[in-house]
């Protein structure tokens, strides 16, 4: 890049190179993408306020760009993203060759002041630089709406008519829709291509602009100069206060009159942006780090290295109560259980020790038919070696008939009790005979141990490759 830019500046070393120039142009087209996604992350966070900016955000930033690239041209010379760059935007001189290199060496002030923009080339350049983009994008957003369906069925592909008592709206978008299908295609191919032209002939020192638009407009861009940063610092320091004759002190010209203290406001803001977009850059760059690099996954295993997460719950099956403590004070609290403060039961049978309060059903408020945990390496539902082992979404593993079949609804088992046929074998037991329909629910699509939904159905169980 160096070599191809001293080999086409020649003496010129106030002209930029063409990376230079394709680089500033690269991060002024982020600008809006970038900006845009910011908004809809806010705007999920605040529809109410911010769903209509979201909605006119290609208006309301080509009015905030025409502010800020305005200001910058007035004072710097240049764009926002040129004064990035360290660029400017310059007159072309009416003159042969339109150069003047003695005088460029001789008084560099009087020249810059010579090329300066002035109102009429400051309005031109705001054309080119806010309402030419701002065009574009509406353009090729309206292009994907109504006309990129001929891309893909041909340019025969056409469902709008125009009928006879249609409105001056709708003949408009007719026409405009029209204009989108058949002549934009072309103006967009001759628009890339013009700038493909113009960047190969500056690039090898055919030229002195390196758009179309500038040249339309006679403007090209250069680097400062010495005259240029002096005349900044200057315009940067604030004026020296004129005491008038009989006037008195924050009588007009206070630091607290609203137009003064506006205007400060204003132009520090603007001035504020050349430091706010380094920053982001450098913001960005190291977020992408961050989340690219290995530092961030081991410092956040080593945060939660010294956790004891607890055992997962299991509803519908009671707690286990631990052995009291000798250091335990002797009035409990009411939500703890005490064994010397109760008389002592006689042990379950083995068939009642499973009967326990089954999980319900948070939308039908009905107790939801499940088996009992694993206590070996035996199938929970059929009690006997795991064949083609599934595992549902909640880390229990079935054989794969079983699973398939419970979380359908169709296994034996739910059958069986549902129906009122069971012989006391599931791990819920009910006082009587009966069908159980409307009473229960048979586990259908959930887990057969805990009862909770599998997501996806069937589709959500997952083979475990031994």
Known sequence: MEFMSSLQSGLDNHKPSLFELLSEQQLSALLPPSLRYLLTLATHRHPR????ILNSFDEIYALLMLAVERHYLLTYGGGFTENFYDLKRERILRIKGGEAPRAQIG???????TLRLGTRDVWNNLAIMVGLPYLKRKLDESYDIYASQTTVLGPSYNRDTLHPGATLRQRI????????????????????FSLLI??????????????????????????????????????????PKAAGPGTRPGQTKGIFNPRILFTKAYLRLLSSLKI???TSIFALKFLEWWHASDFAHQLSR??????????????????????????????????????????????????????TTPPISSK????????????????????????????????????????????????????????????????????????????WESGKGRCAVTGRMVLGGVDGLRRVVA
């Not at 978008?173 to 295609?185: D, E, I």
């Not at 861009?221 to 005259?227: E, F, K, P, S």
């Not at 945060?303 to 286990?320: K, M, N, Q, W, Y």
């Not at 107790?367 to 979404?393: D, G």
């Open 364 to 439: 039908t408020l009905l107790p939801i038919l499940t088996v009992s945990p694993p206590t070996s390496t035996h199938c929970p539902i059929c009690v006997s070696t795991i064949y083609t082992p599934t595992a549902a979404q909640t880390g229990y593993v079935f054989c794969y008939t079983c699973i398939f079949k419970w979380v359908s609804g169709t296994h034996e088992r739910q059958e069986a009790f549902m129906e009122g046929r069971g012989s006391g074998e599931e791990i819920w037991g009910e006082e009587g005979e009966g069908k159980r329909e409307g009473r």
């Open 107 to 113: 008084a560099s002030a009087l020249m810059r002041e």
């Open 198 to 239: 113009f960047n190969l002939a500056y690039l090898f020192d055919n030229t002195k602009y390196s758009s179309p638009f500038l040249w339309l407009i006679g403007t090209r861009i250069r680097r400062l100069g010495l005259a240029d940063y002096h005349a900044i610092a200057l315009a940067a320091e604030p004026p």
């Open 49 to 52: 306020y911010l769903l209509r």
């Open 276 to 278: 706010l977009l380094p």
């Open 302 to 355: 080593k945060a939660v290295e010294g956790l004891d997460l607890p055992p997962p719950l299991i509803s519908g099956l009671p707690p286990t109560s631990a052995k009291p403590s000798p250091l335990d004070p002797p009035n409990s609290p009411q939500n703890t259980v005490s064994l010397s403060s109760q008389p002592t039961k006689p042990a379950p049978s083995p068939r009642n020790a499973t009967i």
């Open 173 to 192: 978008l007719h026409y405009y829709k029209h204009f989108l299908r058949t002549a934009y295609p072309s103006i967009n191919a001759a628009y890339y």
